[in-house]
C-alpha cells in the first residue's frame, strides 16, 4: 500500500507560485508513475501534469508554461511548481500514483488509478 499525502495549497494573489507536495509512504515512489490532478467546482477533474519512474514529463498543453513536476527520490516525494497563478487555476489538487506507469496516469482505465491522496486546495485570489 502506499499512502499518499499532498501539501502546500493555501490562499494566494493573482501572478504567485506555489509548490505542492505529495508525500508517499509505505513504499517508495521511485516505482510508481505519478500525475496531478485537479477539480474546480462544478467541473470535472483534469490531469495537468505527470511524471515517469524515468523522470519523463507530461504537461496539460494550456499549462505547461507554467507548470513544472519533478520527483525527489530521497524524500518519496514529486513535487508540482506552479507560476503566475491566475484565480481559475482555483480547486482542489490530488496526486496519483499508478505502477503501470505514465500512459495510464494520463489515460486511466474508467478513471482509477492505484492510489490517491485527499486532496489540497488551491485558491487564487484576483
Known amino acids: 500500500q502506499v499512502q499518499l499525502v499532498e501539501s502546500g495549497g493555501g490562499l494566494v494573489q493573482t501572478g504567485d507560485s506555489l509548490r505542492l507536495s505529495c508525500a508517499a509512504s509505505?513504499?517508495?515512489?521511485?516505482?510508481?508513475?505519478v500525475g496531478w490532478f485537479r477539480q474546480a467546482p462544478g467541473k470535472e477533474r483534469e490531469l495537468v501534469a505527470a511524471?515517469?519512474?524515468?523522470?519523463?514529463?507530461y504537461y496539460a498543453d494550456s499549462l505547461k508554461e507554467r507548470l513544472t513536476i519533478s520527483r525527489d527520490s530521497a524524500a518519496n516525494t514529486v513535487y508540482l511548481q506552479m507560476n503566475s497563478l491566475k484565480p481559475e487555476d482555483t480547486a482542489v489538487y490530488y496526486c496519483?500514483?499508478?505502477?503501470?506507469?505514465?500512459?495510464?496516469?494520463?489515460?486511466?482505465?474508467?478513471?482509477?488509478?492505484?492510489?490517491w491522496g485527499k486532496g489540497t486546495l488551491v485558491t487564487v485570489s484576483s
Open positions: 496519483a500514483a499508478d505502477a503501470r506507469g505514465l500512459r495510464t496516469i494520463i489515460n486511466p482505465p474508467r478513471g482509477v488509478l492505484d492510489y
Open positions: 509505505g513504499r517508495t515512489l521511485s516505482n510508481y508513475a
Open positions: 511524471i515517469s519512474w524515468g523522470g519523463g514529463t
